[in-house]
């Protein structure tokens, strides 16, 4: 994604595009990893040291608010972050913790009721298990 396409998914969205906010959204854009908010602060700081943690992670807040960037959740782990504009789900390894990217397919709804009065707004299938590097045999204990 280059400048200006960074540049009008933060203004269709309503967010001003800061130089904090613009250098978040593009570090994002450019890595495949699932970056934790740490990582991102630390990025971004490396081009510009201007960039407090407070401003990075309340950019990282409105980001996933205004639906630009998804917050990958992990149990007693540091959340990972993700700008992928495409729909897909995600693995996570119960051993180092390595968040990847698994392909979209559609989930079959909720039965009509089955929710209550609760809105389905999204939903999404997140993967546990041994990643290809962790899982007997894999590509580490090769070496």
Known sequence: MDAEAIKRSLEDTGLRCTPQRYAVMAFLMETDQHPTSAE?????????PRS?????????????????????????????FDAKGMRHHHFICDRCGNVEDIDWYDLPSPAPGSLDKRILRESEVIFRGLCAKCAPGGASRQA
């Open 40 to 48: 991102i602060f630390e990025a971004v700081n490396r081009v510009d």
């Open 52 to 80: 407090s943690r407070a401003t990075t992670y309340n950019n990282l807040r409105d980001l996933v608010q205004a639906g630009l960037v998804r917050e990958v959740a992990i149990e007693g782990r540091a959340a990972r």
